[in-house]
């Protein structure tokens, strides 16, 4: 979910009034009729995987030692697109520019070596990783290879 009420940072607790839809196969809330913050807790601690799966869907994970692949620009204007890939794992990444985080402003390049992490998800069939921010990325080898 989107929005664009000011006021919310990542640790928030808060509740969410919105009806369920499913876009492009992925379950979300559309339209927020209402929300606000209830408190505030501890982020929970990113998970090690191999790529983003039916099992880990909406929970926080970590592709470690990646290598990046194909990273091209998406909508909305600003937001990018790359493959993850480690050995036989490949993972498509999106960043949409609403996190903050821009392509022009995305300090890697294709080739890099990174630890990123973010939300696991699917969009039209296709399992995929939603970085937070620049954040979740970590350079591993700042070298394209």
């Not at 790359?82 to 890697?108: C, E, I, K, M, W």
Request: aromatic share 6%; no cysteine.
């Amino acid at each position: 979910m989107f929005q664009n009420q000011a006021g919310f940072h990542q640790g928030d607790v808060v509740s969410v009034s919105a009806p369920l839809a499913v876009f492009n196969t992925e379950l979300e809330l559309s339209d927020p009729v209402a929300i606000s913050k209830t408190g505030t807790a501890a982020l929970p601690v990113k998970q090690a995987v191999v790529g983003v799966t039916n099992d880990n869907q909406g929970q926080l994970v970590e592709l470690q030692k990646v290598k990046i692949q194909n990273l091209v620009s998406a909508s909305p204007t600003g937001s990018f697109e790359f493959d993850a890939v480690s050995g036989t794992n490949t993972t498509h990444v999106r960043v949409d520019a609403r996190t903050g985080l821009t392509q022009s402003a995305f300090p890697y390049q294709n080739g890099q070596t990174v630890t990123v992490g973010g939300v696991a998800s699917i969009f039209k069939g296709v399992f995929q990783l939603k970085p937070r921010g620049l954040a979740d990325f970590t350079a591993v080898d700042t070298a394209p290879r």
